[in-house]
């Protein structure tokens, strides 16, 4: 199952005892389900969870008359379609003025009246985004968004996202495939509203996954950062023991200044040592700059002997 199924299944988790927050939830999935008309009231989900809390709301506040149906639907993948469906239209008309609709409105927009404080706002985005939403696999990238039918209902839930005191969130928003979508890509944004809407457990997945990639990016810069290192002193040695075979093979090395032959001599058995671990082994030890010099002079005398 993919992480969105498993936030929604999260949030279909919620139940309150407040009529006014099922109210506003069960208004948040209708709202934004396809279609939603006084005419006819639908919803098709890959969540069973979602399928099921939207019956449950709908029972409790309406009683109407409800049908299911489960297809298979073939895409990468097998997975089960759900659609719930009022089949009766006086009933969708009736739920369709209930939530303060009328078909003499020219275009869908959220009714604020459904939604009486901060807990009505969190309960009607829960369900907003159980019926339209979709969150990315946070190891992956960071991507949540809302998909609206209608451009000014898209507004009206941008603009709901964006007075969320506790969360500072900045949604933006894309005409996409005929769909209008409220997106974010902030990680703390996005798990921010998970919170709020009720998802804390999905929420925590995303941090604890962000920081997992922190520390996996830290490991791999320190990775690349040695052996960069290992690479750097290797080529350093492979040159410094051609200049010291080339003195060898000429003047030799019993040629050169007692701290060059010593120095020549310890390169010669320790190709893989750093300038530092070379400098450790003299008696008395020296600093990585002393070898450093002593080994650029023998380099020095190489070029010297062509």
Do not use: W
Request: charge should be neutral; proline fraction near 3%; hydrophobic fraction near 35%.
């Amino acid at each position: 199952m993919s992480f969105s199924h498993d936030v929604k299944k999260e949030l279909s988790k919620n139940e309150s005892a407040s009529y006014a927050q099922n109210f506003s939830e069960c208004y948040g999935m209708m709202l934004f389900s396809r279609p939603f008309s006084s005419k006819e009231i639908k919803l098709k989900t890959e969540s069973i969870h979602v399928a099921e809390r939207y019956i449950t709301l709908a029972n409790l506040l309406f009683t109407p008359v409800i049908e299911k149906q489960s297809t298979l639907k073939a895409t990468r993948e097998f997975i089960n379609l759900h659609t719930v469906s009022l089949i009766l239209p006086d009933e969708c008309e009736r739920i369709y003025s209930a939530f303060g609709h009328s078909d003499k409105d020219t275009t869908l927009r959220v009714n604020r009246g459904n939604i009486e404080d901060d807990n009505c706002l969190s309960a009607f985005l829960r369900g907003a985004f159980m019926s339209c939403g979709s969150v990315n696999d946070p190891q992956k990238n960071y991507h949540l968004e809302f998909c609206a039918s209608y451009k000014n209902l898209c507004n009206d839930l941008c603009m709901l996202l964006s007075e969320i005191e506790e969360c500072n969130l900045t949604p933006k928003t894309i005409l996409r495939g005929g769909s209008y979508v409220v997106y974010l890509k902030d990680s703390e944004q996005i798990t921010d509203l998970l919170t709020y809407m009720g998802a804390g457990g999905s929420a925590m997945d995303i941090m604890n996954a962000k920081a997992y990639k922190q520390m996996r990016n830290i490991a791999n810069r320190r990775t690349n950062s040695e052996l960069a290192n290992i690479n750097k002193t290797a080529s350093a040695a492979a040159k410094q023991l051609s200049a010291i075979d080339k003195i060898e093979s000429t003047v030799g090395l019993t040629s050169l200044p007692a701290q060059l032959y010593e120095i020549a001599i310890l390169r010669r058995e320790n190709p893989e040592l750093s300038l530092r671990d070379l400098g450790q082994l003299l008696e008395p030890p020296i600093s990585r700059s002393g070898v450093n010099h002593r080994l650029m002079k023998i380099m020095e005398i190489a070029g010297e002997t062509d």
